[in-house]
Nanobody
């Protein structure tokens, strides 16, 4: 099994920055794709960003492109999401996800493609 633990969420003001972390532990894979999703109250889970094992490939959702940056450090089994220019509409629970044994440059963008999920961290942006 894989355990994913998100951290770094909190209450910020519009325009502020925040960095989320996702630490993976447990079962290891030769490669993994990871991603961030978010879900606001009353809305469906939304893709935020995905990154390949090699970290050379990434893809972003339309609503956050240009404001958020995804990265990972495989030596620390940790993925990050640097968020800047936060808006009230970014308020949501942010989840990290992982799928093991993927192609090195593969980026996954839909929730059904991932096998493991964290419990989520709340991000609240006040206006």
């Amino acid at each position: 099994q894989v355990q994913l633990v998100e951290s770094g969420g909190g209450l910020v003001q519009a325009g502020d920055s925040l960095r989320l972390s996702c630490a993976a532990s447990g079962r290891t894979f030769s490669s993994s794709a990871m991603g961030w999703f978010r879900q606001a109250p009353g809305k469906e889970r939304e893709f935020v960003a995905g990154i390949s094992w090699s970290a050379g490939q990434s893809f972003y959702g339309d609503t956050i492109r240009g404001r958020f940056t995804i990265s990972r450090d495989n030596t620390k089994n940790t993925m990050y999401l640097q968020m800047s220019g936060l808006k009230p509409e970014d308020t949501a629970v942010y989840y990290c996800a992982l799928k093991g044994n993927v192609r090195l440059k593969e980026v996954l963008t839909t929730s059904r493609e991932y096998d493991y999920w964290g419990q989520g961290t709340q991000v609240t942006v006040s206006s």
